[in-house]
């Protein structure tokens, strides 16, 4: 069994660079390649993804809500497409994948802003992408939050069929 010398590792390392000298087609490759890749990587994957098509169950007419529906249009994650009747609605066009995000603000929301008692916002997301459903999970949180309010978020994860994960608060996750 032989020992670790650093002088020889030293050796291999020198004869190592002195070939790569002598091949510059496989040093303009090894500098090359991850530069190209940076680039096009930088450019090419987008983490911050905007106008994710929404839809919107609004059970409660009151100020309030049009308040944070108008401020989660004008936040740059969701594009509200379509406006839900029925909780079936929502989640048949989360299920068929033409929607990726279903926001439902109860009936009872008006009424617990005015009494401060925690209003609840109901945030589904399809998370077949989850880059796109992190970062857009945590903005109607905030709009939510401007208005004295919380809002619980539900994430589908999988096919948009698939459902499995529970609800959780999304005021607690990132």
Known sequence: MSRLSPSRILAVLQKEFIQLLRDRLTYAMMLGIPIIQLLLFGYAINSDPKRLPTAVLVQDQGKFSRSVVGALERSEYFSIDH????????????????????????????????????????????????????????????????????????????????????????????
């Open 83 to 174: 406006v839900a009747r029925t909780p079936a609605e929502m989640d048949e066009l989360i299920e068929r994948g033409a929607i990726q995000f279903a926001i439902t603000i109860p009936g009872d929301f008006t009424r617990r802003v005015v009494r401060q008692d925690q209003p609840q916002i109901l945030v589904e997301a399809d998370a077949s992408d989850p880059a796109a459903t992190g970062p857009a999970v945590s903005t109607p949180a905030a709009a939510s939050r401007s208005k004295s309010s919380s809002s619980g978020a539900t994430i589908r994860k999988g096919s948009p069929a698939t459902i499995s994960s529970p609800a959780c608060s999304a005021s607690s996750s990132p």
